[in-house]
T-cell receptor
Framework: NAGVTQTPKFRVLKTGQSMTLLCAQDMNHEYMYWYRQDPGMGLRLIHYSVGEGTTAKGEVPDGYNVSRLKKQNFLLGLESAAPSQTSVYFC????????????FGQGTRLTVV | KQEVTQIPAALSVPEGENLVLNCSFTDSAIYNLQWFRQDPGKGLTSLLLIQSSQREQTSGRLNASLDKSSGRSTLYIAASQPGDSATYLCAVGRTSGGGADGLTFGKGTHLIIQP
């Protein structure tokens, strides 16, 4: 049972490049989330999904897009990367939203130069 | 806007001591509160989940309490061990979102247990 898997684990991008981060969960969870973690800021919610085919904005959605075409996958896209998007990105999933605990992936460390 | 504060930001204690980590939040309309552990370079591991109607949860040497009216939670670690060294994060879910629209996190307490 892999839990929540994030791909890739590390990436360096040049300003203006695009990329997609993949989150996959094998626990049949309805709810999935993307957070970013920055020094001194804590974790902040970027986007989330309450089920297949749904997405919603979190606290810091600008510059990111997401898709949830399959229940087990939640993709985070950066269309034109900026240095301000240098961060560690975490994906999380939960079975019933607030009634059950959230499971986190190991993170993707992204550097934009 | 919900704000979550954790005190202290860092703590270093000798092995074997009992210790308390504090978390406070500004909006008492929370759906739940979770305590997580994060090891360096790793993801978050859920330790305890407290629903808004509950007062405490226990797991092994860990006990978390919740006082919604005062906007406070504490994480009690008994008989600390070097393996407990990590960053501990407190997070709350919003009532308005049914707890489903994500968590608001504190910045964490960096804990070091000295052997």
């Amino acid at each position: 049972n892999a839990g929540v898997t994030q791909t890739p684990k590390f990436r360096v991008l040049k300003t203006g490049q695009s990329m997609t981060l993949l989150c996959a969960q094998d626990m049949n969870h309805e709810y999935m989330y993307w957070y970013r973690q920055d020094p001194g800021m804590g974790l902040r919610l970027i986007h989330y999904s309450v089920g297949e085919g749904t997405t919603a904005k979190g606290e810091v959605p600008d510059g990111y897009n997401v898709s949830r075409l399959k229940k087990q996958n939640f993709l985070l896209g950066l269309e034109s990367a900026a240095p301000s998007q240098t961060s560690v990105y975490f994906c999380a999933s939960s079975y019933t939203g607030g009634l059950t605990e959230a499971f986190f992936g190991q993170g993707t460390r992204l550097t934009v130069v | 806007k919900q704000e979550v504060t954790q005190i202290p930001a860092a703590l270093s204690v000798p092995e074997g001591e009992n210790l308390v980590l504090n978390c406070s939040f500004t909006d008492s309309a929370i759906y739940n509160l979770q305590w997580f552990r994060q090891d360096p370079g790793k993801g978050l591991t859920s330790l305890l989940l407290i629903q808004s109607s509950q007062r405490e949860q226990t797991s092994g040497r860990l006990n978390a309490s919740l006082d919604k009216s005062s906007g406070r939670s504490t994480l009690y670690i008994a008989a600390s061990q070097p393996g407990d060294s990590a960053t501990y994060l407190c997070a709350v879910g919003r009532t308005s979102g049914g707890g489903a629209d994500g968590l608001t996190f504190g910045k964490g307490t960096h804990l070091i247990i000295q052997p």
